[in-house]
Structure formats: structure tokens, C-alpha cells
């Protein structure tokens, strides 16, 4: 650090004198600014002597030669600090950088001789590179000819084009990534290919810059790619945008061919499910990684390399906590954040999860047979959903209407039947004290704007899962007053106490879990139990889906409502903030505004540009010292948090060996490849190639995740057959290879 801070206070003295920065490469330039600095050095403290630090001179050195360089995911690292310092002075929020705070990446400057005495054949080859007139001078000046080469001829997969997508495809277009064309030296061009299946939202234009208010409803990825080349028009046909999900279910697409051709994958994602599927793949590939992450202020960069490094699978994170208590949900909201979470969670059974399980069950209505208690819960519900199918959106109203009377009147009635007001503890406490507030029911007002939107969204969520037409002034205030006033002829069914209902909220309060265990330890004594009346439940089934399906045509029975939340016409948060401001008025919370409820409800960690940019740069210098081959001590994880703020950097966590046999120690990038000549090769041969070269017998084997070979089983009494007949059943036979597997 002091040297930087000399090295900024000798730029500024070098400008002042000269009206300009020091020339790139420049041996006189160089001297110059170096005699600044030794001149200053004396001057900003007692406690630093620069005489004696072997790495003064060669880092000014350095400095002076680079000064006027430009190296782009810099830049965006030190942009996005800044900017968010400005706003913690225009906002008064996080604590802002009280000190100098320097940074630098001088591993990806060109390698120069350890004795600075023999830099001069070096200086005067880095020099005639400057002197190219061409856009990316900048970014040579830094890194030398030899590493943009590296950087023109990438061939580089970007998995999201969201956020930090959008930010990295701007650093690659700076960089001149993936533009090397074909030539005698060669023989592949470079190329980015990025892959998102999303399309762009509202939401996204506050922090994903590539796209504008012009592009909504456009795919990310084509759209992104579409504003790189704008940026860099050598990018032109160097870079494929593709629309498809990384997943097992399009393996078939990106194949372990694909990923073996790559140069390197950089993560744009924002799950986890997500992250480790990519890692595994380029395990499996032996790609490097580098994986990036925002969360708010916070960030974080992981360099993967084969066999130098841990994999992003090698450490979990710890457990979030926090969760809610599912008896606060149901019956004990402390908070409107309560009421956001039981709405959420009301809807996706409502209106994703049932219908989900009714079209799974109706495609398997022939050979399905229920053998636990989860089963035949799922079944009952696709019964009741069926018989209650709705016929017009008049049906539709009526539903609403019937659920606003359960959740807000009826059930209210049944827990304060169940927990009267003046109900006390076993400890002989009153049992409605803080943090428990006693609810009261509220009556249905059709002019109440909560009410007339509760039966607008749940009539339109209902009618779309059944491929109703809905009236299309439902999103109007007058559209919904009117469905609210026809909503009013509808009689409700009148509150009956439930005295197996009490017994059940009883023991939900007691042990929230009790009644999991009895289904998880009682489920085949149910379907035992049932007997007839399964049989009875299972023909009902079929007759409903048949009836269903014959009046449906060509569609589908039901279609099931994915909770989309950027999505501000589907009703979706609409449904969400009037039922949760509804509940909160029986407890006598406050209401929360519809845009919070939005946040809240789709979990939205508010995205800061700056927190992204900061990751992006940081995560681009990566990619450049992957591109140079720096050492692995010089290759740099990070964890960032401009709140704070905070910026640490370490080297990655070195891959985790594991010993076999006394002679054999593996890590997760060894992958042992048996060639084998003869087609009529089978797991025999492999045991026996294993044993002879690694002194192993294997005992299990999977194909894909799905076992080929089980010792315990093949091994067992009676399987002595079935084991001999495994073994010498050549491979081409015993695994399911798909087309053009060898």
C-alpha cells in the first residue's frame, strides 16, 4: 500500500511537470517517474523506508510503464467502489471508506526478468507493441501482446446474462475476448457463447445495462450479445446466444464434447442447484471455473482450475436461518412479513403445487396406486379439484368468494373456538398474551379495494388453471368492484365448529411435528385401512379425468401457475398482497404496501449495480491471470462487502486429496480412462485392468447416476446368476448408451 500511494502522489508530480502521463514503455519516462518517487517517499513517512524494500523500484517501474494503459475489468472493480461511496453520502447508508483504499492486479502485467538489469530487451519489445494504432492499445499496453493473443483466441462459455452477465459481456467486448479470427497460427477462431433461458423483465433495467426499456419481453442472452458487438464489432460472428437452460435434461446439447472444447466457463448465476451442476460438469471436463455471486452489497468470486484447486462443490455454506415457525404462519402472525409468507405459501399449493400433482396423476390414471399416506392425500386432492372443476368464471367468483369466507372468517372462528379469549396455558397463563394476538373475523365489504382485489386475483388465478376466459377489465378498479359486487350473491356456507379440527390445531401448537410423524409412521396402515374406499376413490379418479379430458380437447386438464413475480399482470402479487393485508387485518397488523409485498413475497435481496460491477471486474481479472497461466498463490478468491466495506482475498483452497490404497492418492479431478480395443469388452475386463493397475476391485457401479453393478446385491444369497451373467455381458449391451456414445 505505501508503495501505491507514493506511485499516485509521483503521477500526480509527473503530470504537473510534463502536462501528461508517462509514455508506455518508456525507458526515459520511467526514470523520470521513478526519481519523483524516491524524492516523495522521504517526505509521506517515517515508518516505510523505501531503500529497503526490494519491491519499490520495480513496481514504480512498472507503474510508470503502465500508467497509460487501460485495463477494463479494473476500471469497472474501482467504478463500482466509487460509485457506491457516493451513494452512501447521498443516502446516509452503510459505513463509507474512512481511509486511502488502493487495489491492484500486477500479476497480469507481462513477465519481466527477475534482475532488473536485463528488462531492457523485455521494455523495448513491450514498447514497439504499444506503438500498434489499434482499439485494444489499452488493454496491451497492460498485458502484453502475448496475453491479448491468449484473450482474442478464448473459447469461453458464459452460463446467465443477467445482472452479472451483462457486466462480464461488457468487460469481454472492452478486452476483445473470443475475436481472434483463423489463421496459419490459428486453427480455431475465438468465441463466447452464452446461454440464459430468461427474458427481460422491468425489473432488470435498474441494473442490468445492456438491455432497455425497448428490449422487454426479449431474450437476455440474444439481446446482450446483440450489445457486445455494438460495443466491439470484431465480436461480430464470434459470439452464439443460446436460449437453453444448463441442465440434465440438456446434456444432449451441451455434451461433454462441448464442454471439453472450451476454454474456460465463467458462472453468471444466481442458485445454487444451479452453480453445482456447472461445477460438476467442468469436473467432469477438467475446465476451469470462475464462479461469481451478489447478494445486496455483498459478493464473491471462486477460481476453479483442475487440479490445482477445490471445485465449488468441495464446501457447502452454512444453513440459513430464520425460518419461520409453521404455527406462526398458520395461526400466530407476529408481523405482517407473516401474513406476506403464509400468502406465498398458500399460493403455491393453491395454484402451482395441486394442479402440478393432478397432472402427473392423470397421466399415470391407469397404473397409478397409492401406498403411503402422501399419496393418498395427493389423490384426494386431485378429486376435489376435479369435482369442483369450475364450468364459466361465474364458477370462478363463486370460488373466491368461498375462500375469502374460509381463510378470513371461518378458520378465524375455528382457532378462537379452539383457543377461546379466555383460554389459559397448562402453566395456567392467559393463552392469548404477546406475542400471540387474538384474531378477529372481518366481514366481506365489496367496496373495500383489499376484498373487491382478493376476489379479482383469486378468480383470474382460478380461471386460468382451467383455461377459462377471464372479463378483461378485471385489472381496472371499476372491473374489480364489479366482480366484488357479484361476488355478493353468492351464499357462503355457515361456520359449524370442528371438534376433530380443535384436536388437530391443539397438537400442531404443542408439537408442530406431531402430525408429520403419525403420517410418515402410520402411512401403509391408511392405505390398508381404506380398503373399499380407495377403490371407490381411485374409479371416481378415473371417471373425473376422463370427463375432463373429453370436454378439455386438445388442452391440457389444468395448467399450474409458476409464481412469477416480475410479471405485474398475472395477477400473481396482486392475489399475495390482498390476502396478506387481509390476514393482517384480523390480527390488527399493519398493512403493507403492494410494491413491498413484491419484494417480500418473491424474495428480492435488492441488486446494487455497484456490488455487481465490483464482482464482474473482479471476476474478469481472474479470467486475464487464467489466460497469462499466473501461479496458483497469484490466482485470488474474493469475498466482498461494500456495506461495510470490506474486500478479502485468498488463494483458493488447494483440491482435496483422498488415499485409496498406500500408493494411490486421488483427488476429484483424476478420472482413470481404460482404452479399450475390443467391442466385446465387458465389466469383467474392467475389474480385472483395474486390479492388475490400481490394486482395486470395485464393488459399485453407476452409469449416469444409475446403477449398473450393486455388490450388496450381486453379491447376496441366491444372485450368484444374475451376478455371472452382469459381469460377462459386454458393455454395449449392459449400458444404455444414447446415439454417438463410445
Not at 316 to 341: N, S
Not at 476 to 485: N, W
Not at 492 to 511: G, M, N, R, T, W
Not at 577 to 588: F, I, P, Q
Request: glycine share 4%; charged share 25%.
Amino acid at each position: 500500500p505505501y508503495i501505491s500511494h507514493i506511485g499516485y502522489l509521483a503521477l500526480d508530480a509527473f503530470r504537473k511537470a510534463n502536462n501528461r502521463l508517462p509514455k508506455p514503455w518508456n525507458p526515459e519516462d520511467e526514470k523520470l517517474f521513478v526519481s519523483y518517487a524516491k524524492e516523495i517517499a522521504p517526505k509521506f513517512t517515517e515508518t516505510y523506508k523505501a531503500e529497503e524494500d526490494s519491491k519499490f523500484t520495480q513496481l514504480l517501474r512498472l507503474f510508470a510503464m503502465t500508467a497509460s494503459g487501460v485495463f477494463p475489468p479494473l476500471a469497472a472493480f474501482i467504478g463500482g467502489y466509487v460509485a457506491q461511496e457516493a451513494v452512501k453520502a447521498i443516502t446516509n447508508k452503510y459505513m463509507p471508506t474512512r481511509q486511502y483504499f488502493y487495489y491492484d492486479c500486477v500479476e497480469v502485467l507481462p513477465e519481466m526478468p527477475e534482475d532488473q538489469e536485463k528488462w531492457g530487451d523485455a521494455i523495448d519489445v513491450l514498447n514497439s507493441q504499444s506503438d500498434k494504432d489499434h482499439r485494444s492499445k489499452g488493454v496491451v499496453i497492460c498485458v502484453g501482446e502475448k496475453t491479448f493473443t491468449g484473450l482474442k483466441y478464448l473459447n469461453l462459455f458464459m452460463v446467465g446474462a443477467g445482472a452479472i452477465g451483462c457486466e462480464l459481456l461488457k468487460n469481454y467486448a472492452m478486452l476483445g475476448i473470443g475475436t481472434g479470427e483463423t489463421t496459419k497460427d490459428h486453427q480455431a477462431a475465438g468465441r463466447i457463447t452464452l446461454t440464459d433461458p430468461d427474458v427481460i423483465e422491468t425489473s432488470n433495467l435498474n441494473r442490468q445495462f445492456l438491455f432497455r426499456e425497448k428490449h422487454l419481453r426479449k431474450p437476455k442472452s440474444s439481446t446482450a450479445a446483440a450489445a457486445a458487438i455494438q460495443m466491439n464489432k470484431e465480436l461480430k460472428n464470434h459470439v452464439v446466444a443460446r436460449l437453453d437452460k444448463v441442465h440434465e435434461g440438456t446434456s444432449h446439447i451441451f455434451t461433454d464434447a462441448f464442454f471439453e472444447s472450451l476454454s474456460v466457463v465463467t458462472n453468471a448465476l444466481d442458485n445454487v442447484q444451479a452453480r453445482r451442476y456447472i461445477d460438476s460438469r467442468c469436473v467432469n471436463s477438467k475446465i476451469p471455473l470462475l464462479e461469481s455471486g451478489t447478494l445486496g452489497p455483498k459478493g464473491h468470486v471462486q477460481v476453479i482450475i483442475p487440479f490445482k484447486t477445490e471445485s465449488y462443490g468441495s464446501q457447502q455454506d452454512p444453513q440459513e436461518e430464520g425460518e419461520i415457525p409453521h404455527c406462526t404462519l398458520k395461526m400466530f402472525p407476529e408481523e405482517t412479513l407473516h401474513c406476506v409468507e403464509w400468502a406465498r405459501d398458500k399460493f403455491g399449493k393453491v395454484f402451482t403445487q395441486r394442479p402440478k400433482s393432478l397432472l402427473k396423476l392423470a397421466d399415470e390414471v391407469d397404473s397409478f396406486k397409492p401406498t403411503n399416506s402422501q399419496e393418498i392425500k395427493a389423490l384426494r386432492e386431485a378429486v376435489i379439484l376435479l369435482r369442483k372443476r369450475p364450468q364459466n368464471f361465474d364458477d370462478c367468483i363463486r370460488y373466491a368468494r368461498t375462500k375469502f369466507q374460509k381463510y378470513f372468517v371461518n378458520d378465524i372462528r375455528q382457532l378462537l373456538y379452539t383457543y377461546p379469549l379466555d383460554a389459559k396455558t397448562k402453566e395456567g397463563n392467559p393463552f392469548w398474551s404477546l406475542p400471540k394476538r387474538p384474531p378477529t373475523e372481518i366481514k366481506f365489504d365489496p367496496e373495500n379495494p383489499l376484498h373487491a382485489a382478493f376476489i379479482t386475483a383469486a378468480a383470474n388465478l382460478r380461471a386460468k388453471i382451467f383455461n377459462i376466459p377471464a372479463p378483461k377489465d378485471a385489472r381496472t378498479d371499476k372491473g374489480r368492484l364489479a366482480l366484488a359486487q357479484e361476488a355478493t350473491k353468492y351464499q357462503v356456507v355457515e361456520f359449524i365448529p370442528s371438534q376433530e379440527k380443535a384436536k388437530q390445531l391443539s397438537s400442531e401448537v404443542d408439537k408442530e411435528k406431531s402430525q408429520q410423524q403419525t403420517q410418515q409412521e402410520g402411512g401403509e396402515d391408511e392405505v390398508n385401512s381404506l380398503g373399499d374406499d380407495l377403490v371407490k376413490l381411485l374409479s371416481e379418479f378415473k371417471k373425473l379425468v376422463a370427463e375432463a379430458k373429453k370436454g378439455a380437447s386438445e388442452k391440457p386438464i389444468c395448467a399450474a401457475e409458476e409464481f412469477e413475480k416480475d410479471d405485474d399482470t398475472n395477477f400473481h402479487i396482486d392475489f399475495i398482497h390482498a390476502m396478506a393485508n387481509c390476514r393482517s387485518s384480523n390480527y390488527k397488523l399493519d398493512p403493507m404496501e403492494w410494491m413491498t409485498v413484491k419484494i417480500k413475497a418473491g424474495r428480492i435481496v435488492p441488486a446494487l449495480a455497484t456490488t455487481t460491477a465490483c464482482v464482474a471486474g473482479l471476476q474478469t481479472i481472474e479470467l486475464v491471470k487464467l489466460v497469462k497461466n499466473c501461479k496458483v498463490e497469484d490466482v485470488k478468491n474474493a469475498f466482498l462487502n461494500l456495506a461495510v466495506p470490506l474486500l478479502s482475498q485468498s488463494e483458493p483452497g488447494p483440491d482435496i486429496k483422498t488415499k485409496l490404497t498406500p500408493d494411490l492418492t486421488v483427488s476429484i479431478w483424476d478420472r482413470w480412462e481404460l482404452k479399450i480395443e475390443n467391442k466385446a469388452i465387458n465389466l469383467r475386463h474392467i475389474f480385472e485392468e483395474l486390479l492388475e493397475k490400481y490394486k482395486l476391485h470395485p464393488k459399485d457401479v453407476f452409469y449416469k447416476g444409475s446403477p449398473i453393478f450393486m455388490h450388496a446385491i450381486m453379491y447376496s444369497h441366491g444372485k450368484e446368476q444374475t451376478r455371472q451373467e452382469t459381469l460377462q455381458k459386454n458393455l454395449t449391451d449392459l449400458l444404455p448408451l444414447e446415439g454417438g456414445e463410445k
